[in-house]
């Protein structure tokens, strides 16, 4: 690995940031910045025995290298400190941006990362992301994770593998989507180097070993090249290229001899412009004969992070393999710096006013995240959408106008279509790839050419689709449009049925619908609209004749098998529903919403007037005078996962909700939903979280319990 430069003074780290930074005001930032920091850490010392100022600066210098604006590096340098100082006092001082980046990076790195599981893994990214507001926290806490791998010998080695597997399986994925290069590379290595350091060195050994060689064919080859292209007039420059140990471990591991890594050779050309790079391609080409299959144009499908470059391998001097890169000067900013490259093209000044605007606009993988998180209700689904979609492998298609569409591995045309428009995918009939007629399930590859056949007077969605489209985000789109759908037709059927009944029982529609009657049956049903009670009967999740027998005071069906149900015995008869209800078979169960019952807590039954039964918690307080509408039940199921409510009480000032979050993903606990309450003498988190059963949901209240400054958890019934 090539040595890092170190940064040994604040005068080296402004001798750096002052080549792209030249605001006086900006200056004066990073310079208080760095004082602060350098008084509040005085006197305290790293493991290594440097000062510990040696790390916020350490950072700082590693984001300079990125051209990182001075709010930026103004937060890098303060993030250890640990104050009492209020928050209006530090915002006046650095201002809301730095002060927001710096309580950022505070947030996340109090997060505790462990867990072997990939679902673990891919929620603790999930999580990461999920807390990050500004993509610039992100970077900021990739810089200090790099300053701290150079120093990660002073560790135990069981400390040193667990740093680097967090690294490289948390970090280094969303540096790679973020498409900074520079960092991400050394990250890899250093990870590698600690997690498998036999492989690691033998790799080194192997590069040692024939690096005179390989320095002697690509000077060579460099030669060559950069004769044909100046023979042309093509301005240009040439670089030789090092592969990644990283990188290389990836190929051996994946069955491939150190032989057969044809790119060890390696040459990067740097051009003027898009056109002459192109060119020059086929300049090289013309000497040089490519190998098949080996060609990339990423300047016309750029990747999802923008790297944007084109790959050629070709038989170079002396008959070797050689992989040439042929990119322009802003393309190779991109590359090695990803969404942190337009820090390079910013004029003085203008930083502050657009750089978060610009970075999201760019941010593919974020984007991608909060497009994501929009559309799942729950935590298991969101974590199965990233893992699948935005972390795996995707393919790349066309559009028959050229654009191109970004999908994961084993997406269909219907995934396409939904990625589209929402218009397109619900007015769907067919799909043509390359020109011929396909079948919906058919699975798209790299760079087909989709086309969605469509007509708005036939092409509807099906539940079929659910079974073929592969993304979330197509079978949500489905979902809403057949629950639409299905509504109006609901409404349908439901006034059809509510009708039928009362003709039945021989009450007039006009007396029904009259406005004061209108008037106490939504009093009644406790809804706000006609429609409401038409949908929910055509739904069945109401029975005509229940909504009759509440309207006109009759016993309903439920209180009838209440009966039956006594004069049975309370004998327990087994259903298909979690939870068996005394002797009666086919009843309507639900589980209470007050008290959230789950497999294993003590359970019993209320019968509601028109709705089935309700479970609840034989603790709850709101069935403690229903004895004459309480029935026996059971659970019919040991474990499944349901949703329940706990009340999490911390000391005020004490923000543990990160730390909160950390500890359920580790317990593969699932979080729906988060609301803080606080006053003068408590804080209150109140979590809505899914568990297998009442095990499950214990041994997570008692991990919260063993955390320092959680005063108590309960259990919530509204």
Not at 316 to 331: H, N, S
Not at 385 to 412: H, Q, R
Not at 495 to 500: C, F, N, P, Q, R
Request: charged share 25%; glycine share 4%; aromatic share 8%.
């Amino acid at each position: 690995m090539s040595k890092q430069p170190k940064c040994e003074s604040y005068e080296d780290l402004e001798n750096k940031f002052k080549t792209y930074i030249t605001d006086e005001k900006d200056i004066e930032l990073i310079k208080k910045a760095y004082d602060y920091a350098s008084k509040k850490l005085y006197g305290q010392k790293r493991l290594t025995g440097d000062d510990a100022i040696t790390h916020p600066l350490g950072s700082a210098y590693i984001l300079t290298s990125i051209n990182a604006d001075a709010a930026t590096l103004s937060a890098a340098l303060l993030c250890d400190i640990t104050d009492d100082d209020d928050a209006i006092k530090l915002d006046e001082m650095f201002g809301k941006e730095v002060m927001s980046l710096v309580r950022g990076v505070s947030k996340i790195n109090k997060l505790s990362f462990t867990g072997d599981s990939e679902s673990a893994i891919v929620n603790q990214r999930k999580i990461l992301v999920g807390l990050t507001e500004d993509v610039r926290v992100i970077i900021i806490k990739l810089a200090c994770r790099l300053h701290n791998m150079q120093t990660l010998f002073v560790l135990p080695e069981k400390k040193q593998k667990e740093t680097a597997k967090e690294t490289l399986e948390i970090l280094t994925p969303i540096a790679h989507r973020l498409g900074i290069n520079t960092i991400k590379t050394k990250l890899e290595e250093y990870s590698l180097r600690y997690l498998k350091p036999d492989e690691y060195y033998s790799i080194v050994e192997k590069l040692n070993a024939t690096k005179t060689e390989r320095d002697a064919s690509v000077a060579k080859m460099i030669e060559s090249v950069s004769e044909l292209l100046n023979s042309h007039g093509i301005k240009h420059e040439i670089k030789g290229r090092a592969k990644s140990i990283y990188s290389i471990y990836k190929k051996l591991d994946s069955g491939k001899r150190f032989s057969e890594i044809f790119d060890l050779l390696a040459l990067r050309v740097f051009v003027d412009t898009e056109q002459d790079c192109y060119q020059a391609l086929g300049i090289i080409h013309s000497k040089f004969k490519p190998k098949p299959n080996r060609f990339k144009d990423y300047i016309a499908m750029p990747k999802t992070n923008m790297y944007q470059s084109l790959h050629t391998t070709v038989f170079g001097v002396d008959g070797q393999l050689f992989e040439i890169q042929i990119r322009t000067y802003e393309m190779d900013k991109i590359a090695e710096y990803g969404i942190a490259s337009h820090w390079s093209y910013k004029e003085a000044g203008s930083v502050k006013a657009s750089l978060q605007n610009e970075m999201e606009q760019k941010l593919q993988f974020f984007r991608s995240i909060m497009e994501l998180k929009s559309d799942e209700n729950t935590d298991e689904s969101f974590v199965k959408s990233v893992k699948e979609e935005v972390l795996n492998s995707m393919i790349y298609v066309f559009t028959p106008a050229g654009d191109v569409i970004e999908l994961p591995k084993g997406a269909t045309p219907i995934d396409f279509a939904y990625k589209v428009h929402s218009g397109v995918g619900n007015t769907m009939t067919g799909a043509l790839v390359n020109s011929v007629m396909v079948p919906l399930d058919y699975e798209l590859k790299d760079n087909d050419i989709v086309k969605i056949i469509t007509n708005k007077n036939t092409g509807t969605p099906s539940y079929e689709w659910l079974k073929i489209a592969k993304t979330n985000q197509a079978k949500n789109k489905i979902k809403n449009y057949l629950s639409k759908s299905n509504k109006e037709e609901n409404i349908k059927r439901g006034e059809e049925l509510l009708h039928k009944c009362l003709k039945k029982e021989k009450v007039s529609l006009n007396d029904f619908l009259d406005e004061e009657n209108l008037e106490n049956v939504f009093k009644t049903l406790k809804v706000k609209t006609l429609n409401e009670i038409y949908a929910s009967i055509g739904s069945g999740s109401w029975m005509a004749e229940n909504v009759y027998d509440q309207l006109y005071n009759q016993p309903t069906k439920e209180e009838k098998l209440f009966e039956q149900a006594k004069k049975a015995g309370q004998k327990t008869s087994k259903s298909d529903n979690l939870v068996n209800v005394s002797n009666i078979a086919n009843m309507k169960v639900t589980l209470a919403a007050c008290c959230n019952p789950v497999p294993g807590d003590e359970i019993t039954g209320y019968i509601t007037k028109g709705n089935g039964v309700s479970i609840h918690r034989m603790t709850c307080p709101n069935i403690a005078e229903s004895d004459e509408r309480l029935i026996s039940v059971s659970w019919n199921v040991e474990s499944a996962k349901l949703p329940t409510m706990i009340v999490v009480y911390t000391n005020i000032g004490q923000d543990k909700l990160a730390q909160i979050i950390s500890l359920a993903a580790n317990h593969d606990v699932g979080v729906q939903k988060v609301i803080n309450h606080q006053n003068s003498e408590v804080s209150a988190i109140e979590l809505t979280i899914v568990v297998k059963n009442k095990e499950h949901l214990l041994k997570f209240i008692n991990a919260l319990k063993a955390s320092n400054d959680i005063v108590t958890v309960e259990r919530h019934i509204k």
